[in-house]
């Protein structure tokens, strides 16, 4: 069983940063594909970037391509999200989830998932 913890999320205004943590249990990260998924309220979860644990290969939202990194912690088996140059369209509860087999953007492919952090970016 696997177990995902995020957190890091926070209020911050228009142009400032934050790091999310997704600390994983019950599974090695180098044998699991992490994703990171967002959802604002009355809509679909969506898809914010992945790494791959067979390669480290990354991939981003449009939208968040040159703003937002994934990198891993070995140490800690820990899975960040870097996230800068943020907007009010950031806003939403951030989820980590991993998947044995699958690093793409489907959320429904995603095995497990964290309870969410909340990120709110002002104006």
């Known amino acids: 069983q696997v177990h995902l913890v995020e957190s890091g999320g926070g209020l911050v205004q228009a142009g400032g940063s934050l790091r999310l943590s997704c600390v994983a249990s019950?599974?090695?990260?180098?044998?699991?594909?992490i994703g990171w998924f967002r959802q604002v309220p009355g809509k679909d979860r969506d898809f914010v970037g992945s790494?791959?644990?067979?390669?480290?290969?990354?991939t981003y939202q449009d939208s968040v391509k040159g703003r937002f990194t994934i990198s891993r912690d070995y140490a800690s088996n820990t899975v960040l999200l870097q996230m800068n140059s943020l907007k009010p369209d950031d806003t939403a509860v951030y989820y980590c989830?991993?998947?044995?087999?699958?690093?793409?953007?489907?959320?429904?492919?995603?095995?497990?998932w964290g309870q969410g952090t909340q990120v709110t970016v002002s104006s």
């Open positions: 989830a991993s998947d044995q087999y699958y690093s793409g953007t489907a959320v429904s492919r995603y095995h497990y």
């Open positions: 019950g599974r090695t990260i180098t044998r699991m594909h």
């Open positions: 790494i791959s644990y067979t390669d480290g290969s990354l």
